[in-house]
């Protein structure tokens, strides 16, 4: 039997795949899960915007095939990420050319509660709520993880597993079980931003005619630092957020989330939201800071384990990794499980080190674009690295060039949506164009270089 610890998105994709590897697989959850899409106690991030990037989506579609077209059938979209969307960043606005890369667009407790119905209709998957675990079982030489502690209650029992995965997110103690097994805990990277984002459910104003699927509004580091979100999801409705950095936050009272909204750079949010109706309350959530634990480069390490999503990396939810990312890190347990029954069937010995040794080469690429963003503020409290300042120069360079040329743009996009690596942005189609915009840089204002004010329409498909 394999024991997933936590129903968060991480644990229930994780659930999906061991049961292609496993007789039963048991999800415990210390919540009381939803019957409908509805938001947790336990996931107080769950109402604010959430997207699902290509890679992402791509890998929901593989894990339960027909769920996107059951999704969309229920209102949620499935969006080009450029033509949709109206984006404005680092001062000038984006280009808005078919992409062909699809960005999903639902409110979290929708997707979370589609894919907990998949999960729970596996036939070899048990959901068991109410229940917490307080710490690992091992073997007498604490070399591996034999079950967890289990605590409900009627009490606290021990429970036998073959492999256990540790998936309760950015509050997990798997750094304390470590301690407790004479283990060190891992080393921890962490970027300081006091962040805060304030969210709302809106009708739609009368006269928004689809003009976007999602308005982005981001800041101009290191000058500004607040930013606002208008995704389009499901029934018809936006979901608005706000959010604000270095103790800068968004109000939670109707007067002042406006004013916020009436503060940003452009005036586009604000200009829709004052016409859209209200559709519940105003909900807030803070993030500290952004953390990686490098649990991969700890000696000793105890087999049988494996651990997922934000309790090795949590993300700044700024930038939409977060749920992609464990996607991906769902499909890495499954590679890692297959190689074993191709290499040793029978045996689990190998997989969580190597499963702990190879997360990094996801984690890595999503993390070093978002921490060099954050890092440009003076502000953030974090480790800047030699050559960062180089790194974010080509930065600026590169988004202000997405504003009037769509191949660049779109580089970029497959970027973010992590279809490829750094090369991308780095070949000399790219390079070179930006690298020009550099030097024109030193001469030219930013206005005349890019479109700074006028948020662009749609542009025509191109032909097949």
Not at 130 to 151: F, I, Q
Not at 201 to 224: I, N
Not at 254 to 262: K, M, Q
Not at 354 to 377: A, V
Request: charge should be positive; hydrophobic fraction near 40%; include cysteine.
């Amino acid at each position: 039997m394999a024991v997933v610890v936590g129903g968060s998105m991480a644990g229930l994709l994780s659930a999906r795949v061991l049961a292609d590897h496993f007789e039963k697989v048991l999800v415990l959850e210390r919540d009381s899960l939803p019957e409908a899409p509805t938001a947790r106690r336990c996931v107080p991030q769950g109402t604010h915007v959430h997207v699902m990037l290509d890679a992402g989506h791509r890998l929901l579609e593989r894990f339960f095939p027909g769920l996107l077209q059951e999704l969309q059938a229920q209102g949620a979209g499935l969006i080009d990420s450029s033509r949709d969307v109206a984006w404005h960043h680092f001062g000038v606005w984006k280009t808005r050319d078919t992409s062909g890369l699809p960005l999903l667009v639902c409110t979290r407790p929708f997707l979370e509660w589609s894919v907990l119905r998949r999960v729970r209709a596996l036939p070899n998957v048990e959901v068991r709520e109410g229940c917490s675990v307080e710490g690992l079982l091992t073997d007498a030489s604490r070399s591996r993880v034999t079950g967890v502690r289990l605590r409900t209650a009627g009490g606290e029992a021990p429970l036998e597993a073959a492999l256990v995965v540790e998936a309760t997110g950015r509050g997990s103690r798997a750094p304390q079980w470590l301690e407790a097994m004479g283990l060190e805990r891992p080393e921890e990277e962490q970027v300081h931003v006091d962040l805060a984002y304030t969210t709302r459910l809106y009708e739609p104003p009368a006269r928004f005619q689809g003009e976007w699927k999602v308005l982005m509004q981001y800041p101009c580091p290191p000058a500004s630092w607040r930013s606002g979100f208008i995704s389009s999801v499901e029934g018809g409705r936006w979901i608005v957020t706000l959010n604000g950095y270095f103790g800068d936050h968004p109000p939670t009272e109707d007067e002042g989330f406006l004013a916020f909204a009436r503060s940003l750079r452009q005036p586009d949010l604000h200009a829709y939201l004052r016409e859209a109706r209200p559709l519940g309350p105003l909900t807030t959530h803070k993030v500290k800071d952004t953390r990686w634990r490098h649990y991969e480069r700890l000696a000793r390490f105890p087999e049988h384990w494996a651990i997922v999503g934000d309790a090795v990396c949590a993300f700044n939810p700024v930038f939409g990794q977060g749920m992609s990312v464990a996607a991906r890190g769902a499909a890495l347990l499954d590679d890692c499980l297959h190689e074993q029954a191709r290499r040793a069937p029978g045996t689990l010995e190998g997989v969580a080190r190597r499963f702990r040794k190879r997360l990094p080469d996801i984690i890595r690429l999503p993390w070093f674009m978002g921490t060099s963003l954050d890092l440009q503020y003076p502000q953030a409290l974090g480790r800047r690295w030699p050559g960062l300042g180089v790194v974010q120069w080509y930065i600026r360079r590169l988004m202000e060039r997405t504003s009037r040329d769509a191949a660049v743009h779109h580089q970029f996009n497959r970027v973010l949506h992590l279809q490829t690596g750094l090369g991308a942005v780095l070949q000399p189609t790219v390079a070179v164009p930006v690298l020009a915009d550099g030097v024109r840089a030193l001469f030219v204002p930013l206005g005349e270089r890019a479109n700074t004010d006028r948020r662009p329409e749609p542009r025509p498909s191109r032909p097949p």
